[in-house]
Structures are given as C-alpha cells and as structure tokens.
C-alpha cells in the first residue's frame, strides 16, 4: 500500500488535517440536513425554499470533495463514515415529520451561522500551518456565507 507523504511538517500537518476533519463532517451533515428538509417541506413558500434548499445542498457537497480531496494531498485520510459524521456533528438536528418553510428557513440561517463560526476558527488555525487549506477554507467560508445572507433574507 502507498502512503501519500506530506509536503507539511507534522506538526503543520495535523493542525490542518484537524481543522480539515471537521470541515468534512460540517460540509457532510449541512448536505444531510438540507436534504431532509428539502424531502419534508411544506408551506406558502414550498417551491423557492425547496430550489434554495438544492442550491445549499450542491454546495455542501462540492466543498465536501474539495475538503476530502485537499486533507488526502497533505497526508490525512478524511473519514466521511456515516457513524463519524453522526457521532462528530454538532448542527442542530431537525425534527422528523413535515417541516414548515418558515422553521426551515430559520433553522438553516441558525445552522449556517454555527458552520460558519466553525469555519472561521478554522481559518485562524491555520493561518501560519497551511495557508494553502486556510485559502480553501476561506473560499468555502465565503460561499457559505452568502448561503447565510439568502436564507436569512427570508426569515
């Protein structure tokens, strides 16, 4: 079997294959929990927010392979694992059963909000271990913060 070496010092390395890890699991649940409210809505605004809420989820999985692929280039196996995901999440699970638009707007501003501050943190982490991660973390920061701006525009 061959190993991918890093081109970071181990130290570098696994502050970014942290800050990485838990992008990962934010990305993959954000595209979870979209999908169960995209599955489950209804209401007066049913077809924008079920639109919006594909837009939200297209993203989340872009990134997902983007964040998987960039911890694979620096050494560091993501771990994508249903099991990871659910016991390493801390996004607010919706509740199961039909979902009003209105709480869904309002529960994907608030999950947006928390990702992003995760996203920020991460992005200081960073800064002096990798910024080539810090930059993807960046970009994805501000592709999920204009996500935040169009769903709480509807609240």
């Known amino acids: 079997m061959v190993a991918v070496k890093s081109p970071l010092a181990e130290a570098d390395r696994k502050v970014a294959g942290e800050a990485l890890q838990g992008a990962l699991v934010d990305l993959i649940d954000l595209a979870l929990i979209g999908k169960q409210a995209h599955w489950n ?5 049913f077809k924008v927010v079920h639109e919006h809420l594909d837009e939200l989820v297209d993203l989340a999985r872009q990134y997902q392979d983007e964040v998987a692929e960039r911890a694979v280039a620096i050494g560091v196996n993501p771990d994508g694992r249903a099991r990871t995901v659910a016991d390493r999440t ?9 979902l009003a638009d209105d709480k869904v707007v309002a529960a994907i501003t608030d999950a947006l909000a928390q990702v992003i501050g995760r996203f920020r943190e991460r992005i200081t982490a960073t800064d002096e271990p990798d910024p080539v991660t810090q930059d993807l973390l960046i970009e994805t920061t501000a592709a999920l913060e204009k996500q935040h ?3 709480q525009a509807q609240v």
């Open 41 to 45: 809505l209804t209401g007066r605004h």
């Open 90 to 98: 801390e996004i607010p699970q919706l509740e199961a059963g039909y």
């Open 149 to 151: 701006w169009m769903f």
